[in-house]
């Protein structure tokens, strides 16, 4: 069966620290992988997709990078924090089929001092 | 982006119906999903529905979909504490998800 990690599950960052979140899928290969963040516990905004190795899609403009240097392997990232950048960040997984839905890891609780 | 609107609040009694409602604005949305978050976790799916079918039944779940309104909602029959969470719908475009601001259920003892 499919799993997937994400850590670390909280973190405390000074602003203008460096960032790096990981998450990687288990059981599934050439998955699709999403990076989402959700700010006051409430909506989900897309910040970036990969539909497989080095192709990353930035959905907004913003602080934060992705990087996918293995199938299934996502990884998060700042050079510089902001306070802005305080959230809950979740990774989830799909297959390239029409019906897939969305899966996600536990999230990451950010919070950028 | 997309659009996907939801209520944000809706309280009910344990043993009563609720009913989550949300539009959406992408009529090539194929898929449609409700999920489910409980504090501090990330989101489970609850269900989902393909853009042709109307309804859907699953246990004491029923997704109805109003593709010509674009209108989605989420009957949870029975509900129960257990049930307080935020629920969320999202429509699938492309591979690409666009999730509501989720509608946070209270339910009352």
């Known amino acids: 069966s499919q799993t997937i990690h994400q850590w670390p599950a909280t973190l405390v960052q000074p602003v203008g620290s460096p960032l790096s979140l990981e998450c990687t899928v288990e059981g599934t290969s050439n998955p699709n992988l999403y990076w989402y963040r959700q700010a006051a516990g409430r909506g989900l905004q897309l910040l970036f997709y990969?539909?497989?190795?080095?192709?990353i899609s930035s959905e907004v403009p913003q602080n934060l990078s992705a990087s996918r240097p293995q199938d299934r392997q996502f990884i998060l990232s700042s050079k510089k924090l902001l306070l802005s950048d305080s959230g809950f960040y979740l990774c989830a997984w799909s297959v390239e089929l029409s019906y897939s839905p969305l899966h996600f890891g536990n999230g990451t609780r950010l919070t950028v001092t | 982006g997309e659009d996907v609107e939801q209520s944000l609040f809706l309280s009910v009694r344990e043993g009563d119906s609720s009913v989550i409602n949300c539009t959406y604005t992408?009529?090539?949305?194929?898929?449609l999903y409700w999920y489910k978050q409980e504090p501090g976790a990330g989101l489970q799916l609850l269900t989902y529905i393909f853009s042709n079918m109307d309804m859907k039944q699953d246990q004491r779940l029923t997704v109805l979909l109003n593709k010509k309104d674009k209108h989605l909602s989420l009957r949870i029959a029975d509900t129960q504490t257990g049930d307080s969470a935020i629920y969320f719908c999202a429509e699938n475009n492309f591979n690409k998800f666009y999730f509501g601001s989720g509608t946070k259920l209270n339910v009352k003892p």
């Open positions: 990969s539909v497989g190795i080095g192709q």
């Open positions: 992408d009529s090539s949305s194929t898929y």
